[in-house]
């Protein structure tokens, strides 16, 4: 098998985990509502439409943010039932690979909270974008894979921690910090319509590829780290 | 028993380099305290020689967690004693960043204080400050929360991770502010040439006592190192001295 089959395995593995039991996807959905409900509960968006525009692309990836969190520890903790994960260390397939397998599963099952949560939030927030938004489209995904991937890295280095539900945010914000900075204010200015939004996306793109080449390279260590 | 290991002990060198330090910090002290009066903020501006090199040197801390959390990934099964050192290395250097980054930021809130009338401004330097800050306390407390057979490589990895987030950040936060210009100060301020020997002398005071609090804990972490690895030693079986008559 080459390195692409070992990671379709890995993903439709997940895929399958996850169709059989739908854990994961409606607590993050759940989860990412009740934060909508409780952010609106701090100003009040109909009376004023361009706070809403303002500061609604940072509740939106807030949201997403604390829903991934609750998700991506679980994504690992499934591996520790009957020592999978020692399974998985000793499989001849390349460490990397169950990496990018898991996290492209999990970006497929924040895709699918953002597909539903982004109608909801243009709703409740009364949200009609001034700038283009089918840029949305194009930052979207850049954005949920930056979380992502780093997501899914740490998520697996604070796996044999104790605390590790603690300990996952506590190293996950600070690193994507600028990836955070850059969704918010490419998302903000998509929605006032007010500045350009590309040196944001330019910025997500490029973090995506230096975080996904470095948690590719470095996986295999945090795997066999005891 | 009193312990007369010879290592244990403060060597000389250590003790003159101190000294030295001490004598620099206060020559510093002085001179910071007999520059002339600045003509807007009077006494208080006194703070920005103490600030300024704090903050500074809080960026040249990384870089050394960083190289030694690399060669310790580099050493770890090539040579396992010289990547303990490594780990060592950079466990000192990510405590002291986060010492000198408080300092900085203590300082600069002061600052900000007495220059604009504020005690914090998101404007580009400090957000990027704190966000150095927040990075290197979530190291520490990533090395806290760390079982001890995996403190090493799992620290080491998010230091390499901090590291190439560092320059990414300083970027960002850069570009950000650059589109919303911040009202409280630009970008060039000029430090009149009066006050630069204050400055010069507080940068090598600080410089030599960051050096200073480095080697210190460089050296108690690796007596933390010894002594837990004769503790390994003597409980495990193997090394353990039997009776050679057991009564049963």
């Not at chain 1, 089959?5 to 409606?26: C, F, G, M, P, S």
């Not at chain 1, 979380?147 to 697996?156: C, H, M, Q, R, W």
């Not at chain 2, 006050?195 to 050096?211: D, H």
Request: with cysteine; aromatic share 14%.
């Amino acid at each position: 098998m080459n390195y692409a089959q070992h990671v379709l395995t890995h993903l439709r593995k997940d895929l399958q985990l996850e169709w059989r039991a739908r854990e994961l996807i409606n607590g993050m959905l759940f989860f990412a509502l009740l934060v909508v409900v409780v952010f609106s509960l701090a100003f009040d968006p109909t009376s004023y439409p361009s706070i809403a525009r303002q500061i609604s692309g940072g509740l939106l990836w807030v949201g997403l943010l604390f829903a991934s969190i609750t998700a991506l520890n679980q994504s690992w903790a499934r591996e520790l039932h009957n020592q999978v994960l020692d399974a998985q260390r000793l499989a001849p397939s390349p460490a990397s690979a169950l990496f990018v397998g898991k996290a492209i599963a999990n970006l497929i099952f924040v895709s699918v909270i953002e597909i539903v949560l982004a109608p909801v939030f243009a709703i409740f927030y009364n949200l009609h974008p001034l700038g283009q938004a089918w840029l949305l489209l194009v930052i979207l995904p850049l954005g949920t894979w930056a979380l992502i991937v780093n997501g899914t890295f740490f998520a697996a280095l604070s796996l044999r921690t104790r605390n590790r539900e603690l300990l996952l945010p506590l190293v996950l914000c600070p690193i994507a910090m600028p990836a955070l900075l850059a969704m918010i204010q490419a998302t903000t200015n998509v929605l006032t319509g007010e500045l350009d939004p590309s040196l944001w996306i330019k910025l997500l793109a490029a973090y995506d590829i230096v975080f996904t080449i470095a948690c590719v390279l470095l996986f295999e260590t945090v795997l066999n780290a005891d | 028993v009193i312990n007369r290991d010879k290592s244990r002990r403060f060597p000389v060198w250590a003790s003159l380099y101190l000294a030295l330090t001490i004598l620099v910090l206060v020559f510093g002290f002085y001179k910071a305290m007999s520059a002339p009066r600045e003509a807007t903020m009077g006494n208080l501006y006194r703070v920005f020689f103490y600030h300024l090199p704090n903050a500074i040197l809080s960026f040249v801390f990384p870089y050394l967690n960083g190289v030694a959390a690399f060669l310790y990934l580099f050493w770890r099964t090539r040579n396992p004693q010289r990547a303990l050192a490594a780990d060592a290395f950079a466990l000192a250097a990510g405590e002291v960043t986060v010492l000198y980054a408080s300092v900085g930021l203590a300082t600069g809130t002061l600052w900000g204080r007495a220059a604009w009338g504020i005690w914090w401004a998101w404007d580009a330097r400090m957000t990027t400050y704190l966000l150095l800050w927040l990075l290197y306390v979530s190291y520490l407390m990533l090395r806290r929360l760390t079982s001890e057979n995996q403190k090493a490589i799992l620290s080491a990895v998010l230091a390499i991770f901090a590291a190439i987030d560092v320059p990414i950040c300083f970027m960002s936060i850069r570009w950000w502010r650059t589109q919303h210009p911040a009202p409280v100060f630009g970008d060039g301020g000029e430090v009149a040439k009066v006050f630069l020997p204050a400055l010069f002398w507080n940068f090598i005071a600080w410089a030599l006592w960051g050096a200073f609090v480095l080697g210190l804990r460089y050296a108690i972490e690796r007596r933390r190192q010894r002594n837990a690895l004769a503790e390994q030693v003597s409980s495990s079986p193997q090394s353990e001295p039997r009776p050679v008559l057991e009564v049963r």
